[in-house]
T-cell receptor, first 114, second 112 residues
Framework: DADVTQTPRNRITKTGKRIMLECSQTKGHDRMYWYRQDPGLGLRLIYYSFDVKDINKGEISDGYSVSRQAQAKFSLSLESAIPNQTALYFCATSSPRTSTDTQYFGPGTRLTVL | GENVGLHLPTLSVQEGDNSIINCAYSNSASDYFIWYKQESGKGPQFIID?????DKRQGQRVTVLLNKTVKHLSLQIAATQPGDSAVYFCAENIDAGNMLTFGGGTRLMVKP
C-alpha cells in the first residue's frame, strides 16, 4: 500500500550498531504500529502509538524504542542491534474514525544483524 | 514468544477449485476478525473482515465464516487463481481497541 511507506527496505548491519527504521503515512490515520515477523510466524507487536507523543509497549518491546513526533511518522530504533533481531519489520496504521478497525501495512523492512 | 516452528501449514489447490483456509482463534471476547493476504516480499493486505454479530460475510470471490461456539474462522476463496498464491493470516481484535492478535498463517499454493 503506497499510502504507508517504510525506509529502508533492506538493511544489513553489525551487532552493537544503532539502527533506525522509518515509517511514513499519507492516510491521515491517528494510530500507528510496529510489528516484527519471523520466518513461518505471524506478526508480533513491538510498539504502538494512538497519537503524537503517545507511546505504548507491545508484546515484544525489549531492545526497541520508538518515536512519534508527527502524526504521519513513526520511527523504530534498535539501540544496540543483536542477531536475533534479524527479521522483517512492518509498520501499520489505523483510524478509530473509519468504519472498521482494519490496520493497513507498509511494504516492510528486511533487517539482517550480523 | 511463540515457537510454532518454521514451517507454515500449506494448502495446495488446483487452479479453478475452491479453497478453504481455517483459523482457530484464542479469545472468546474477540469481536472483530480480519483476513490478510501476504505475498512474497510484501506487507499484509486486507482481504475481508467480519464482526462477531455476524456469522458470514461475502466479498468478491471470498467469503468469511465465523463460528463463535468453537472459536473458528474460515476464509473461502472461489475459483482459486494463481494470483491467490500467498500466505493468509487471520487476526482477532477485542473491543474495537485496534489491537490485533495474528495467527501463524497458512500458505496457499495454486497449481496451474
Amino acid at each position: 500500500d503506497a499510502d504507508v511507506t517504510q525506509t529502508p527496505r533492506n538493511r544489513i548491519t553489525k551487532t552493537g550498531k544503532r539502527i533506525m527504521l522509518e515509517c511514513s503515512q499519507t492516510k491521515g490515520h491517528d494510530r500507528m504500529y510496529w510489528y516484527r515477523q519471523d520466518p513461518g510466524l505471524g506478526l508480533r507487536l513491538i510498539y504502538y502509538s494512538f497519537d503524537v507523543k503517545d507511546i505504548n509497549k507491545g508484546e515484544i518491546s525489549d531492545g526497541y524504542s520508538v518515536s512519534r513526533q508527527a502524526q504521519a511518522k513513526f520511527s523504530l530504533s534498535l539501540e544496540s542491534a543483536i542477531p536475533n533481531q534479524t527479521a522483517l519489520y512492518f509498520c501499520a496504521t489505523s483510524s478509530p474514525r473509519t468504519s472498521t478497525d482494519t490496520q493497513y501495512f507498509g511494504p516492510g523492512t528486511r533487517l539482517t544483524v550480523l | 514468544g511463540e515457537n510454532v516452528g518454521l514451517h507454515l501449514p500449506t494448502l495446495s489447490v488446483q487452479e479453478g477449485d475452491n479453497s478453504i483456509i481455517n483459523c482457530a482463534y484464542s479469545n472468546s471476547a474477540s469481536d472483530y476478525f480480519i483476513w490478510y493476504k501476504q505475498e512474497s516480499g510484501k506487507g499484509p493486505q486486507f482481504i475481508i473482515d467480519i464482526r462477531s454479530n455476524m456469522d458470514k460475510r461475502q466479498g468478491q470471490r471470498v467469503t468469511v465464516l465465523l463460528n463463535k461456539t468453537v472459536k473458528h474462522l474460515s476464509l473461502q476463496i472461489a475459483a482459486t487463481q494463481p494470483g491467490d498464491s500467498a500466505v493468509y493470516f487471520c487476526a482477532e481484535n477485542i473491543d474495537a481497541g485496534n489491537m490485533l492478535t495474528f495467527g501463524g498463517g497458512t500458505r496457499l499454493m495454486v497449481k496451474p
